[in-house]
């Protein structure tokens, strides 16, 4: 505070000395314009997967943040930058506008003197290696470069494309050009180079391949003489379900044939030689229902041991009860004989028939359960084998649909990118100009308020700072307590100062 005090007057003048420089500068420095341009950035077919990607359906289009920033650094490439200068050509940005009256003659000549000091400052630093030397082009490229910029607006799809020049009307013209070759390179670069020659040559492979399991499915459908898997192997179910119940038959009808065959055998050997002539007798009740049950239960029994096995519980009890039965007829008179003349036995003769012919009768069945047997086994085998043929036959039918899916899917793609082909060549794009190129009505630079400023801050804290740090350097007291720590004694008095 006392150093600001004592040389407020010196302060002062350097700070007006530092807005009057700025303010006498400001004419000499040289005037630039923005040029600016908005692109809208639209959903469209630069998002849609490409066409040789994947193997699904075509996913919906969608957008990222991403996408949109792509878009800008494209804008503001050096390849993009590059193609401009040369549409235009490097003299068109260098060449200066001659002076029209004294004070442009004025201006132009001081705007010379500091480009000469400025160029001269860049030999000096290309000299010693700190810059390259650059040529007309790469100066040119370099420039609208730092100049040039791209920015993307917030929760937006918009792009604000800003450019510096010093002339308005050429401002806008390159602005425009640099828009129609942004538009170009956005279309090119989106665009996936030899798809549709990819896709034409896998369309050919997936129809030649489509077209070998046709002829290898007819072939097969030939040789094997399947028709209808389904129907076919239904039809052999019903098959085997009718012989399976035809045997079951024949089998209960072995044991019925059989039983009757052991009682035929029982009646002969308790036949005699000679008949009787005549015989009054009653026949015993008790003893013929008593047969009549044990045929029946031997037949149950022969039944029974097919279903279950020979020590089942089921098997023993009905065993239990046919050997009761069979005390009970045992214990009981057939008939009660009153008189009776015997002659030759002819009931001999007839049982002896009887059980010959059960004896074929059980031969034939048995013969007629072996055929079944053995057709059984045949339809077994024949389920087997038509198994074996559907699994190849579903085999065939499923590579067949996989590559008809795949057939389809990539003559859709090649669809694809043949209208994307098209609509490059149409320069058909999603990005769409919602702002021509305009220049801003006055010159953005230099910013004359914000160097006025600046320069008022800068000569204040310059020439205050350049005050404390000399009054920091020289070896000057300012106060008791100061004097009293270096000289090493208490101070005993204070003169005050005396202004003139």
Not at 147 to 171: F, N, P, W, Y
Not at 176 to 181: H, Q, V
Not at 340 to 350: L, Y
């Amino acid at each position: 505070m006392v150093i600001l005090l004592q040389r407020w007057r010196w302060i002062l003048a350097s700070t007006v000395l530092a807005a009057a420089g700025v303010l006498l500068a400001l004419p000499f420095l040289p005037r630039q314009y923005e040029i600016s341009a908005a692109l809208l950035f639209k959903l469209g077919r630069e998002q849609v997967a490409p066409a040789v990607a994947g193997t699904a359906a075509v996913a919906a289009p969608y957008k990222r943040t991403e996408d949109v920033t792509s878009e800008a650094e494209i804008i503001t490439s050096q390849a993009l930058v590059e193609n401009l200068v040369k549409a235009f050509g490097t003299d068109y940005f260098l060449v200066r506008k001659p002076p029209q009256t004294l004070w442009e003659q004025i201006k132009d000549v001081a705007r010379s003197i500091v480009r000469g000091v400025r160029e001269a400052i860049t030999e000096v630093m290309i000299l010693v290696g700190l810059e390259k030397r650059l040529t007309p082009f790469e100066s040119v490229v370099s420039m609208l470069q730092g100049s040039l910029q791209a920015e993307t607006v917030k929760r937006s799809d918009v792009i604000d494309v800003k450019l510096l020049m010093a002339d308005q009307k050429a401002g806008i013209d390159v602005m425009s050009k640099l828009i129609d070759l942004y538009l170009a390179e956005h279309i090119r670069a989106f665009q996936t180079p030899g798809a549709t020659k990819f896709l034409a040559d896998r369309v050919n492979a997936m129809k030649l391949e489509l077209s070998g399991l046709e002829v290898e499915r007819n072939e097969f459908s030939r040789s094997s003489s399947l028709w209808d898997l389904d129907e076919q192997r239904k039809s052999l179910l019903q098959q085997q379900r009718e012989l399976r119940q035809s045997l079951a038959r024949s089998v209960e009808d072995i044991g019925r044939v059989s039983a009757e065959m052991r009682f035929a055998e029982t009646t002969l050997a308790g036949l005699s030689p000679e008949r009787r002539v005549s015989r009054v007798e009653q026949s015993n009740p008790v003893a013929q229902a008593l047969q009549m049950r044990i045929v029946e239960q031997r037949g149950k029994l022969e039944r029974l041991r097919l279903v279950y096995g020979a020590d089942s519980r089921r098997i023993e009890d009905e065993e239990t009860e046919l050997s009761q039965l069979q005390k009970l007829l045992a214990g009981q008179a057939k008939s009660l004989t009153q008189s009776e003349t015997f002659e030759v036995s002819e009931g001999q003769r007839e049982a002896e028939r009887t059980l010959a012919d059960r004896r074929g009768r059980a031969a034939g069945l048995q013969a007629q359960e072996q055929r079944q047997r053995e057709q059984d086994l045949l339809l077994v085998a024949e389920l087997s084998r038509l198994d074996k043929l559907g699994e190849r036959s579903r085999r065939l039918n499923r590579d067949m649909s996989l590559a008809e899916q795949n057939y389809q899917l990539y003559v859709r793609r090649l669809e694809e990118a043949r209208i994307a082909d098209a609509l490059g060549v149409a320069e058909i794009s999603n990005v769409s100009v919602i702002g021509r190129p305009t220049a801003s009505i006055s010159p953005v630079r230099p910013r004359a308020k914000l160097l006025f400023f600046g320069a008022l801050a800068a000569g204040l804290l310059g020439s205050f700072g350049f005050f404390l740090l000399r009054e920091a350097l020289r070896p000057t007291v300012h106060s008791r307590d100061k004097a009293a720590s270096i000289l090493g004694a208490p101070a005993l008095g204070r003169l005050p100062e005396v202004r003139r």
